[in-house]
């Protein structure tokens, strides 16, 4: 009988046992990369809130970086300054800025503190004019109560926590300072980056530059409006509808509404109030629907959806600072999945288009 090689024999049996295996499903990998991604995405949000208040700070000043960076490289390469000096210039521009806009915001909430008993005196009409139109509906209304309630209005709380929330957020603005004076000092502005770092800078600095210039076209367009028509605060709410149009959508619903109740105890009815509604609203009507479409063309290649979806899951793991970033941070995860083979359907998802 003939000896059998073992070697031989092992083979074929794993040969055997193979060709008993059913085949992996196709499916597989897509559904292993599902996972993944649903995975990956808890343990991320997980980790973002527990260090939100240091990479909130980080990736504001990420952000920032590629609106200074430009400039940090204009004032090296033709204005022939040093690097510190172009660096130490451009941050300087952004805390003056910055310095500006809290000057406005200041002098607009003493304001407001000088003139609250003018408008407490407005809101007695108004309480007395609830009381005779609830006399109407056999409604009782005591008008003594409401002014009762009007002259507790905690204005003066107010005050003090908004004090308390503006040492924060100096403080969480000197370390955004302090990230984006690293960042800049440390990258190469001159250097034209190509692949996906250049597509991320490409379209983030065009989104960035593009909401900059719109809103401030669009807050110094309703300043005007508001200074025509006598408002009150006309620069602090015009300076609030710069700084909540980075907020897509939402951001300038609420512009609008916020100077409604003083104009409502301005003009009580009149032409002047809903004058104070529509024509915000058509400006920033015409800048989102025409002028920034128009400017960033394909641009970020959001759905709608999408944004809404984002900024609700950013200021849910960030709060209102997460409103603010949603749109950037989708941007780029958007851009490196649709990279890699095995993520390109989830890009198309994003863009509101079918992956199959």
């Known amino acids: 009988m003939d000896d059998i090689d073992p070697t031989q024999e092992k083979i074929e049996s794993q040969l055997v046992s193979n060709e008993a295996l059913p085949a992996v499903p196709p499916a597989l990998s897509t559904l292993q990369t599902v996972s993944l991604m649903v995975i990956a995405t808890i343990l991320s949000a997980v980790s973002l809130a527990y260090t939100r208040s240091m990479m909130i700070p980080f990736v504001f000043a990420l952000f920032l970086s590629y609106l200074v960076a430009p400039g940090v490289g204009f004032l090296r390469d033709k204005a022939r300054f040093p690097h510190w000096l172009a660096v130490t210039v451009s941050i300087s521009t952004v805390l003056l800025f910055c310095a500006a806009f809290g000057l406005v915001v200041h002098g607009s909430v003493l304001r407001l503190i000088d003139s609250f008993y003018q408008y407490e005196e407005k809101l007695a009409q108004v309480a007395q004019s609830l009381s005779t139109f609830a006399a109407k509906l056999d409604i009782k209304l005591d008008h003594a109560s409401l002014m009762a309630r009007v002259r507790e209005l905690p204005i003066f709380s107010f005050v003090q926590s908004a004090a308390g929330a503006t040492l924060a957020f100096v403080a969480d603005f000197l370390l955004v300072m302090v990230f984006l004076t690293f960042l800049v000092s440390g990258r190469n502005t001159g250097e034209e980056k190509t692949g996906l770092a250049g597509e991320i800078d490409r379209k983030i600095r065009a989104y960035i530059v593009t909401k900059i210039v719109s809103n401030i076209v669009g807050a110094v367009s309703i300043w005007i409006v508001y200074a025509i028509l006598g408002l009150d605060l006309s620069l602090m709410f015009a300076t609030l509808a710069f700084v909540l149009g980075f907020i897509p959508s939402i951001g300038s619903i609420i512009a609008v509404m916020l100077p409604l109740p003083i104009a409502y105890l301005q003009y009580d009815n009149s032409l002047s109030f809903w004058m ?66 095995l993520t390109h359907k989830f890009s198309e998802i994003l863009a509101g288009r079918s992956p199959i």
Request: charged share 10%.
């Open 276 to 341: 104070v509604i529509a024509v915000p609203v058509l400006i920033q009507s015409a800048l989102g629907n025409l002028v920034e479409p128009k400017f960033l063309g394909k641009g970020l290649d959001l759905h709608p959806l999408t944004i809404l979806l984002s900024l609700m899951f950013w200021g849910i793991i960030w709060g209102p600072s997460g409103t603010f970033l949603a749109v950037p941070i989708t941007a780029v995860l958007k851009i490196v999945l649709e990279r890699h083979p």
